[in-house]
Each structure stands twice: as C-alpha cells, then as structure tokens.
C-alpha cells in the first residue's frame, strides 16, 4: 500500500470521528502535531484534501468560514468537507477495522491502552475485507468498541441478525443447558489458569452452563462448578 | 527415557503408614473411617494449621498408622492444603498410597494418578462412588486400567462398606506404575538437563524436574538444602530459557499435556451411555442454586433451622435442663451438700452463690448453652454432609462481594453463628490473607453465635416481631457497612470464586454422629472452663464491692449514652469474658421488667457488636498476632457502643414505638 493511501485513510479516519464527536479539528491535528512545521502540514492537509476531491471521495469544501458549533470538520474554522458515497464508504471501512481491532486486542489479547491504539492503527491498513469478516463473526459481530464507540455494521453483521451465532462466543454468552468445546482461556493472572487446569477446564473440554444468577454454574464431565462472572467471560467456547 | 519398570510388588509391612489422597469430596474420609474406626487424632501439619487426620488399623492382623490427607486437584501446589499433602508424599516414610478417585469424575483423579506415577511411588487406586458412576451411565473397563497404569485398581462404595476387603487385599500387593508420560520436546531436553544437576531423593527425580520446571516455588527450601548455587542457578536458567519458548505459563504447559494422557486414556477405559440426569439429587441441587427458587429453599432450610435449633434448643431442651435438671435437682443438691459439708460462708457464696461456679457458672454452660450449640452443630453437620454448604456460597456469593470476600466465605460467617472461636479457625479455607482478616474481623463483631442467639431471640420475641427485625436489620447493616469499608481500607485483594458442588446426597447419620460429637467435645472443653474463669471474675468484682463501683464509673455510659438502666453495666462487663453471657444477664433483667422495648433493642444491639469473648480473643491471637487482635478489639468496643448510642437516639427521637 502507497504511503499517499495510507496518508489518505488517515486523514479519511479523522475525518468521521471529527464529525461523530461533533468537534473542530485544528490543522495540525489532522497530521501530526508539531508547530514548526505548520506550513509544511498545511501544505500537506491541502494536498490530501486536493487528493480526496481527485478521488471522488469528498464532494465539497466549503472555502469560507463555517459558524462555531455546527458539526462537521473543519481546519482551523476555514474550510469544511463533506464526503462523497464513496468516501463514506471507504471512512465506514477503515472506522471498521480499527475498531474491531481494538476490540480484538483489548478482549483477547488483554493488550494495555498504548498498544492497543497502535496496534490498530497498524492493523485496519492491512486487514483484508475477507479476515475483517472473520474477526468480526469471530467477536460475535460487537456494535461498540472498547471506548463505547459505535462500529459501523457490514453485511456479516446483518446475516448475524437473522440467524448466525458468533463462532466463538465467551462462556458466558452460551446459552443455558448448552454445551461449548473450550477455545482458548484468557486468564487475568497465572495463577487462575492454573486452577482452571487443575480442576479440567483446558481447551478441547467440554462444558454445559447450568445458570448466570446468581452465579455461573457449569458442569465439567460428572462436576458442578460455581464461577464468577469474570471468569466465565475469559473462558471462550465453541459450541459443541 | 522411557525406562519400563519391571512391577515389583512391595508388600506391606506391620506399622507402616498407608497414606489417603485424592481429590476433594472423593469420599477419602468415609475410606478413613472404613479403616481406622474409632482410634483417631487430628493435628494440625507443622508449621502450617492444616489438618491431617491419623488414625490407626488393624488389618489382616497387622497394625498400620493410616493418614487422611487434605483434598487435592493437582500435585503442582497452589494452596496451603495442597502444598501438605505433596509435602507428605514428599516426606520419606509414607510408602503407602491409597488414591481414592471419585469413579464419575475418573478424569480429574488420573490427573493425580499421573503424577503419582512419575513419582514411581507405589500406589493403589480405589475407584470409590462406583454407585454413583454406575447410576449415571458410566462404566469403567478396570482390568485396561490397571493394564495401563501397572497398578492394582478396585471399586468401591465407602458408604455401603462395598468392596472394603478387595480394598484391604490391595493395599499388601502395592506397585509403582509402569506409565511414562512423553512430554515431547523442548520439555523432554529441558527436563533431561535438569535431572542431571539433581541428586537422588525419595521420589523420582524426573518427578522433581517437572516440579521446578513447573516453577513450584514451594521447593525452593527443599532445593537450598539439597543442591549447590550454582546448580540452582543453571537449573533456573534452564527453566527461563524453556519458558520463552511457550506462551502460557509453564505449570500450565505441563498440565495440559497430562490433560490430553488422561484423554487418551479415559478413551480407552470409560464407556458412557448416554443419560439424562434426573436423579432427585440433581434437580434438588439445581432447585437449590436457582435464582428464583434457590430463595425458598434457603429460606425453609432457615426455617427449619429455627424449629429444630431456636425452638426445640433453645425452648424444650433448655426448659428441660434448666428448670427441670438444674432447677429441680442439680443445684438445690449442690445447695445442700455444700452447706452442710463446707461450713466456710465464703466457699458457699463461691460455689452455689448468686455468682457460684455451680449455680451460674455450671448451669450456665450446661443448662443453657449446651442444648443451643449442640442442636445448632446437629443442622451443621447436615448441611455439611448434605452438600448445601457450597450451594448457601452460590447464592450468598453476590452479598460478600460487596464485602470483598466471595460466597466461600459463608463457611465461617455460618458456622460463626455456632460458635465464633471455631469460625476464627475455619477462616484458613479463604484464600488470601485479606478476606480472612475481613472475616474475623466480622466475625468478632456482629455475628452472634448459637448461645448468645438464643437468649438473644428469646428476649426479642417477648417484646414484638418489629424490635426482632429492627435488631436483625441493624446487625445486618452494620457488618455489611464494616465489611465494605474493610475491604477499601484494608491493603491485599479478594481471590477468585471457583467453587466446586459436590451433588446433594442424603446425609449419612454415622458421619453426622462423629463430626457433632467432635464439636460438642471442643466446645465443651474451650467453653466451660471460661464460663467458669468469668464467673469467679465476676464473684470476686462482687465480693470486694467493685462492681458496684464499675457501675458507677460506667453509668454515664450506659445509662447516658445508650439510655439503660445502671444495672445493665453488670451484663456489659461479662459480655467481656462471653458475649452470650452478658445477653444472658440483660435477659435476667428483662425478666424483671426493668427495660422497655427501646432499651432491649438497644441493649442487644450493642452486645450483640460487643468484643469478642475471651476465647475468640484469644484464637484471633493465635491466627493472627497479638497486634491484629488488640486493633480489632480496640475498634470494636468503642464501635459497639457508638452504633448503640445512635441507635438509641434515633429511636428516641423518632419515637418509635416497638
Ligand atoms: N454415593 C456415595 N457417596 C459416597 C461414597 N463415599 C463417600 N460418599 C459421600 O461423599 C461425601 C464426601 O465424602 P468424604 O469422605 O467427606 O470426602 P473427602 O472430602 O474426600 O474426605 C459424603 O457425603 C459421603 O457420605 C460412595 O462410595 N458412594
Ligand atoms: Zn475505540
Ligand atoms: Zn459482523
């Protein structure tokens, strides 16, 4: 991927989240902040607005000043822009796959703030539309990311809600008197795994929720056993 | 690496020690009593206060010492418990193991049996519950099994004595088992380094490689004694380096390759027919931990409870013993005889005087406190035996959160209302540190055990139904208040709720029997010489005229602060030696007439949150340091009578009539 796109989904990114918060975005924010180099970014902001006009991907700038307080983006109160369908489109996606991935890093990775933020920032340029699906069944098709932000539904979405069920879903999310093959377990220390793993609970083995309230019952083999919630939520499952 | 052993039997000689272990709840103890019978002592494993029961068995003739060890998941320790019974199997002189295996839960026992096995000891395992088993559909082919684990298997069902005898044969012909697990590599290569740099120990040294591979930090004192620095120091790097090459912590790595043995195993030795679970047991059980009906059944257990401890305890029996016993016989003999044999007015006052040890001190404990505390371990042990205790946990599980315990800690908070200083005890089954202390600490201050409950319900029930739910409501609020801020204050954190539920089964009498008798014999040996020790504090207070000089120094307290009668002062200072007992002494009063309804809340109230007795005292010193007791005490005894105080405002001021 060209460094002018990756520049361009960048720029698209800020663009819907500006919109979404209802808030003024200064030039340099855009791009990274630096005050010496202003006119360098200013420079830069032009051409990748020029860029986007090029592409089709936004319809209009308005070149006058825009009144405080109206929601839309604008740099340094001068311009405002408006996205195309295609520019829409192409914002929903990249919004998309940076959300889902930090969904996947803080949920299943358990990965701190920074680097989750990184992380997806690296992640959403490089996932392919066919991995993002996956991912996003794979998450049990989440409608907010961590920060409670929405994340823009795809069609895979709109099957789930018709019939699909996620493919993995957490223990607690399996429905009562069913049974799930143990995926994965994402313990919150050691010490926890190794508990679970003592009394059989290790992936490969299958379990069956018993009840949520007043706290998680599920059977192992011959054994009943009562959980907290926090556990049942790092314990994920197929179901069998 | 795959050395074979040949499987020589090693047969058991007079006097040797035949060790239990097992996973929890396998029925080692039902095993225990099989082969001991009565000749049993509990102590506590040194350096530690887990339990380790001994006892001793004559069979086939000879005598052996056998030993019922705490309930484990795994030999890779992580609790206290589980650290004493590796430590056991560790220790050179328990040659015979007996692993008891619930038949239903095969999976979970192999896990042990593995380990078992890499520690080339020689074992015997016995596949108990096989009523159970058989009931659910589950068959074992125990001839595969004993082909390949090379050692001898039997079935039993401890609670009908079945297969006892097959059990006794097989303990003469124990073997090491023949089974090598093949932990592949980079494991193999790591482990191979490390059993090199290890000298020869009573357990195989491949065993104590996967230990320290494992990270068990529990053999850190064992390694210093037995090896070099700079060996401890390879073998750590060893272990480093092995580590970066996984993901998950290495004590999992291992566990989950046993896991998938076990798998194969199990493959190979279990058929399961398919059936629903719909015994009375199961839907009992689910009935009981239900969200909606979990609710009455808790509250007819408490119902029952009530009937059998505060109204057949508490009424008839202590109506027995009290008036007809004592009042009738015991002390107007007791009267006599000493009158007539001790002409000493002194020794008279002392012994049947309105403070005589046999007058207050003896009919105290035996006339009253007895019936309450033995009826209430009789529905103790029931729930116990039964299998409702964990089940109380699930649903009480969300209350102690709020507390920063989880629902485990109901076992003590339960058992605290038959007598404190026992629970105090219990308290080692919480995991971390801080919920114990938050515990004892609650349990010093507001939970009233049996004894003092009794008097306590017998005073509220002759004033009206609003003061007994003022008083529970004001108990209640106040230890859930502590408890919250307790665990904000208090530095450490909570542990995790994994609870297993063993299936409720239908109580067996005999267990029920020894567990009460045990506790009624305690009680009775903790109780009765402080009853004493409180009477003759009190006797002597009276005797030189100081109780009545207490009073007075007190009566800005009591009868400023809390609005009571000077004379109650009497009832609050014994409520320093028991707490029962100064709630009996405000009982006395009330009999008299001399509290109105506002001063019989308030006044249980506070001596209900009042100090711990001298014996929970004394127990909390012994868990906990002198300095952790005095800070409780120092906290609650200005604390009891300021939530007493206020109390007595509020209801004076909001003239509330009860
Ligand atoms: N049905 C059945 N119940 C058993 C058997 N053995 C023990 N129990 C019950 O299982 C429960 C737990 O037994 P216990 O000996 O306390 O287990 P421990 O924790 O391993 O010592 C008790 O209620 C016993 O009565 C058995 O063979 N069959
Ligand atoms: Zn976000
Ligand atoms: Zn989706």
């Known amino acids: 991927m060209s460094y002018e796109l990756y520049e361009l989904d960048e720029l698209l990114e800020h663009i819907w989240?500006?919109?979404?918060?209802?808030?003024?975005?200064?030039?340099?924010?855009?791009?990274?902040?630096?005050?010496?180099?202003?006119?360098?970014?200013?420079?830069?902001?032009?051409?990748?607005?020029?860029?986007?006009?090029?592409?089709?991907?936004?319809?209009?700038?308005?070149?006058?000043?825009?009144?405080?307080?109206?929601?839309?983006?604008?740099?340094?109160?001068?311009?405002?822009?408006?996205?195309?369908?295609?520019?829409?489109?192409?914002?929903?996606d990249i919004i998309r796959r940076h959300r889902l991935a930090e969904l996947l890093f803080t949920e299943i990775f358990e990965l701190d703030e920074a680097q989750v933020e990184s992380g997806a920032c690296n992640f959403e340029h490089l996932l392919s539309p066919k991995v993002i699906e996956s991912v996003c069944t794979f998450l049990g098709h989440p409608r907010r990311c961590p920060h409670g932000k929405p994340i823009p539904p795809d069609e895979c979405c709109n099957r789930?809600?018709?019939?699909?069920?996620?493919?993995?879903?957490?223990?607690?999310?399996?429905?009562?008197?069913?049974?799930?093959?143990?995926?994965?377990?994402?313990p919150k220390h050691h010490a926890r795994l190794d508990r679970l793993s003592a009394l059989g609970l290790i992936p490969g083995s299958v379990i069956r929720l018993h009840q949520r309230q007043p706290s998680y019952v599920i059977s192992i083999g011959e054994t009943d056993m009562a959980l907290d919630k926090e556990i049942a939520r790092e314990i994920y499952v197929r179901k069998a | 690496m795959h050395n074979h052993h040949k499987a020589k039997e090693v047969p058991l000689k007079e006097g040797e020690r035949v060790v239990l272990v097992g996973n929890p709840n396998v029925g080692k103890s039902a095993i225990f009593g099989l082969l001991t019978g009565s000749y049993v002592t509990v102590s506590n494993y040194p350096g530690t206060t887990v339990e380790i029961t001994r006892g001793a068995a004559h069979l086939n003739k000879k005598r052996y010492q056998v030993i019922d060890t705490p309930g484990v998941n795994n030999l890779l320790p992580l609790s206290e418990d589980e650290r004493v019974t590796r430590d056991i199997l560790l220790s050179e002189d328990s040659h015979r193991i007996v692993q008891v295996i619930d038949s239903k839960n095969l999976r979970r026992g192999l896990l042990i049996s593995l380990q078992l096995a890499e520690m080339e000891l020689p074992f015997l395992l016995d596949l108990n519950m096989e009523d159970e088993a058989r009931s659910r559909g589950i068959t074992i082919d125990t001839d595969r099994l004993t082909q390949i684990l090379g050692v001898g298997t039997v079935s039993t069902v401890a609670t009908r004595r079945k297969g006892l005898d097959r059990l006794v044969g097989g303990l003469s012909q124990l073997r090491a088992s023949s089974l090598r697990i093949d932990y592949g590599e980079p494991i193999e290569s790591s482990l191979r380094q490390v059993v090199e740099l290890l000298p020869q120990a009573y357990i195989s040294r491949r065993a104590l490689g996967l230990m320290l591979l494992a990270g068990d930090e529990s053999l850190k004192g064992w390694l210093h004694q037995n090896l070099s620095a700079a060996a401890i120091e390879k073998i750590e790097a060893i272990c480093l380096s092995l580590q970066e090459k996984f993901s998950h912590p290495l004590s999992y790595v291992i566990t989950e390759i046993r896991l998938r043995w076990v798998d194969s195993i199990l493959s190979q030795v279990v058929a399961a027919e398919k059936m629903e679970r719909s015994s009375w047991g199961t839907t009992l059980g689910q009935w009981s931990t239900h969200p909606i009906w979990g609710i009455p059944f808790l509250l007819a257990i408490l119902y029952l409870t009530y009937r059998f401890v505060g109204v057949f305890g508490a009424g008839t029996l202590v109506n027995f013993f009290e008036q007809t016993l004592f009042g009738r016989y015991v002390n107007p003999a007791a009267i006599r005889l000493v009158k007539a044999a001790i002409p000493l007015p002194f020794l008279q006052e002392l012994l049947v005087g309105d403070y005589g040890l046999i007058t207050m001190a003896l009919t105290y404990a035996i006339a009253i406190v007895f019936p309450i505390v033995g009826t209430f371990f009789v529905i103790f042990g029931l729930m116990e035996d039964s299998g409702y205790l964990p089940r109380l946990a699930v649903m009480s599980n969300r209350v102690f959160k709020v507390m920063g315990l989880n629902g485990k800690a109901v076992l003590p908070m339960v058992l605290g209302l038959g007598c404190d200083t026992m629970a105090v005890l219990t308290t080692r089954i919480l995991e971390s540190n801080k919920e114990r202390l938050i515990v004892i600490l609650l349990l010093a201050l507001g939970v009233p055990c049996s004894a003092q409950l009794g008097v306590i319900l017998g005073m509220l029930g002759g004033v009206s139904l609003k003061a007994t739910i003022l008083w529970s409501f004001t108990v209640v609020a106040v230890i859930i208040a502590v408890g919250f801020l307790a665990a904000r204050v208090l530095p450490g954190k909570g542990s995790d709720f994994i609870l297993e539920l063993p299936p409720l089964r239908l109580p067996q009498i005999s267990n029920i029997v020894i567990k009460t008798a045990a506790r009624i014999?305690?009680?009775?040996?903790?109780?009765?010489?402080?009853?004493?020790?409180?009477?003759?504090?009190?006797?002597?207070?009276?005797?030189?005229?100081?109780?009545?000089?207490?009073?007075?120094?007190?009566?800005?307290?009591?009868?400023?602060?809390?609005?009571?009668?000077?004379?109650?002062?009497?009832?609050?200072?014994?409520?320093?030696?028991?707490?029962?007992?100064?709630?009996?002494?405000?009982?006395?009063?009330?009999?008299?007439?001399?509290?109105?309804?506002?001063?019989?809340?308030?006044?249980?109230?506070?001596?209900?949150?009042?100090?711990?007795?001298?014996?929970?005292?004394?127990?909390?010193v012994k868990e906990k340091g002198l300095k952790v007791a005095l800070a409780m005490a120092g906290f609650i005894f200005p604390f009891a009578i300021l939530v007493g105080g206020m109390l007595n405002w509020l209801l004076r001021w909001m003239q509330v009539q009860l």
């Open chain 1, 17 to 92: 989240t500006a919109r979404e918060d209802g808030q003024v975005l200064l030039q340099e924010e855009i791009l990274a902040p630096g005050g010496e180099e202003a006119a360098a970014l200013e420079e830069g902001v032009r051409q990748g607005l020029l860029l986007l006009r090029e592409r089709d991907l936004s319809v209009r700038e308005a070149a006058t000043p825009v009144p405080d307080g109206v929601p839309g983006f604008r740099v340094e109160g001068l311009m405002e822009v408006a996205l195309s369908p295609e520019g829409e489109r192409r914002a929903r």
């Open chain 2, 521 to 620: 014999e305690w009680y009775l040996k903790e109780a009765v010489p402080l009853f004493a020790l409180g009477t003759l504090f009190l006797f002597f207070l009276n005797w030189f005229g100081l109780l009545k000089a207490i009073e007075e120094l007190a009566s800005p307290v009591i009868s400023g602060l809390l609005g009571l009668p000077t004379k109650a002062t009497g009832a609050f200072i014994v409520g320093f030696l028991r707490r029962d007992y100064g709630a009996a002494g405000l009982y006395a009063l009330a009999k008299q007439g001399q509290l109105d309804p506002i001063q019989v809340v308030v006044s249980l109230v506070t001596i209900t949150l009042f100090v711990p007795c001298i014996a929970n005292f004394f127990m909390i």
């Open chain 1, 160 to 186: 789930f809600q018709v019939d699909i069920q996620p493919l993995v879903m957490r223990l607690c999310d399996l429905p009562l008197g069913e049974e799930g093959r143990i995926v994965f377990i994402t």
